[in-house]
């Protein structure tokens, strides 16, 4: 929606934003900043109902700035610094509209009524912003006349909000890249391009990064990711990154992040068919969130502890070389697996990342995204992503995480019974009860044979959420870059 955003501008600005809450004026501080006295009478209009959001129109007189847009805040009581999430993504829009192209904020006086952390509040503009601003129009060409589109500078508030707004813009522009790969089509975005991605990323953020192809997936009995890639001609891969702390706190003991990155998932022989597979180029946004995570960490968090990345990297399609349904795979922590169904392929990539963060990398603890299974979207629709950890300080840090960055989670069940039905009568396991039961809890139930007694661990399905079919808050239809922000978070609080 912008061609660029930064913090800055100096001057009268061609817009100033003001803030009140729901059945109360301007405050003071506020009045003070407008010198027209024009914005404090908006505030009395039929159409200034206060709602988060609800932007109210002032032309003052030559000399000030081009308009003042009055924002309601919702109500006080309620009112948390992550609500400036959406409201600056209306006031974004509105920007976008009348291609203003420089912008202050301020919000002080309402700030200073409540509880919000002034950092968190300008974060939270700044992640509304940047999130609003994402544009992908490498694929659009000739027939296609490009909009114009604002360079916004955007200033305001006190020395912490501005340092907010500074953060909040780097985790949108790491999200906002986790979304451009997701977009990328799967004829272009195949697995060694992720890597290729990941690569030059790694390479400018200061990460270490390797990629293993080839022989190296059969060195290290990655067996997963060998069979369900096998029948595409653009050949599967596991890519690590690797943060190191300048000043390491805890020696030793990584964090792991693990995503899905399946390029493309036609579903293999168990073919998916009635247009299932329409979307699929997004069947890698569980590793595009973590990619985005980990710039993010490289650049902005810091975090005083290592972090790796795993990402499982495979196009699941068919040929005479496909993997089959009741083929038998031996993984590297000797668990058996019988193959159902070629469509439940995600889960059979990730257990290679599984066993070789829990053998190679010691973690302290490990969180997996991926777009796991249809049922967590008729479970949870497009509103939470399904959590499956039974660690409770985990599942309280991935609690305080998802506050802050608004991408919701909802914790969904693992009982010793979901694990039953997961014996095969051949192997050890099923990748897929065919009897259709608990499809979500089934996913997470398949990954627990693959991760080792005494390491925390979550997945996390984001099936719903990596994606929205319309516009919503400050995201435009297409990808949200799901969990870029809240591994930034999480990783921000260790
Ligand atoms: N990638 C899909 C899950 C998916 C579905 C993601 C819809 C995004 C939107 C996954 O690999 C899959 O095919 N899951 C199957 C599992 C089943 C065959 C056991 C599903 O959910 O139907
Ligand atoms: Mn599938
Ligand atoms: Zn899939």
């Not at 299932?276 to 993010?296: E, F, I, P, Y």
Request: hydrophobic share 40%; aromatic share 6%; with cysteine.
């Amino acid at each position: 929606m912008f061609e660029s955003i930064r913090v800055g501008g100096q001057g009268t600005p061609a817009a100033l934003v003001l803030g009140y809450f729901k059945g109360e004026g301007l405050d003071k501080r506020s009045r003070e900043a407008d010198r027209s006295g024009m914005a404090a009478s908006a505030t009395q209009r039929g159409e200034a109902t206060g709602e988060a959001g609800r932007i109210a129109e002032v032309f003052p007189p030559k000399g000030g700035p081009g308009r003042i847009l009055v924002v309601g805040l919702g109500e006080k009581s309620k009112f948390k610094a992550s609500d400036l999430r959406g409201i600056a993504a209306a006031v974004g829009r509105r920007l976008a509209s009348t291609k203003d192209a420089s912008v202050e904020v301020e919000l002080s006086g309402p700030l200073a009524a409540t509880r919000a952390d002034h950092a968190a509040a300008g974060s939270a503009f700044g992640e509304g912003l940047g999130l609003l601003g994402w544009v992908c129009d490498t694929f659009k060409g000739k027939a296609t006349t490009a909009p114009t589109r604002a360079k916004l500078l955007v200033r305001g508030g006190d020395s912490a909000f501005r340092d907010g707004l500074e953060r909040g813009l780097a985790l949108a522009a790491s999200a906002n890249w986790a979304r451009t790969l997701s977009e990328t089509p799967p004829n272009v975005a195949t697995p060694d391009w992720m890597a290729e991605q990941a690569t030059k990323m790694a390479r400018k953020a200061g990460l270490g990064v390797r990629v293993f192809r080839g022989k190296d997936l059969e060195r290290e009995r990655f067996i997963g990711l060998i069979n369900v890639g096998k029948a595409s001609e653009n050949k599967p891969c596991m890519i690590r990154l690797e943060y190191t702390p300048d000043r390491p706190r805890r020696k030793g003991r990584p964090v792991v992040l693990i995503g899905k990155t399946m390029t493309y998932d036609s579903g293999g022989l168990s073919l998916k068919v009635n247009n299932g597979m329409v979307g699929m180029k997004r069947d890698k946004d569980g590793g595009c969130g973590v990619l985005g995570a980990m710039h993010a960490i490289a650049t902005v968090i810091k975090p005083r502890v290592p972090v790796v990345a795993l990402l499982a990297s495979a196009e699941n399609s068919i040929s005479d070389e496909a993997y089959r349904p009741d083929d038998v795979l031996r993984y590297r922590n000797g668990v058996t697996v019988e193959i159902t169904n070629t469509d439940a392929e995600g889960r059979l990539v990730l257990a290679d990342a599984f066993c070789y963060a829990c053998e190679v990398e010691k973690p302290a603890y490990i969180v997996e995204l991926s777009t796991l299974t249809g049922g967590v979207v008729t479970a949870l629709g497009s509103t939470y992503a399904g959590l499956f950890c039974d660690d409770d300080a985990l599942r309280a840090k991935l609690d305080k995480a998802s506050a802050a960055s608004g991408e919701r989670v909802w914790r969904l069940p693992m009982h010793p019974e979901y694990r039953e039905m997961m014996k095969s009568p051949i192997a050890d396991i099923l990748n897929s009860n065919p009897n259709r039961k608990a499809h979500p809890i089934q996913g997470a139930a398949f990954l627990s044979y693959f991760v080792e007694e005494g390491v925390p661990w979550a997945h996390i399905d984001i099936a719903g959420v990596h994606a929205v079919e319309g516009d919503s808050g400050p995201f435009v239809k297409g990808p949200t870059g799901w969990g870029a922000r809240l591994l930034a978070n999480l990783l921000d609080a260790e």
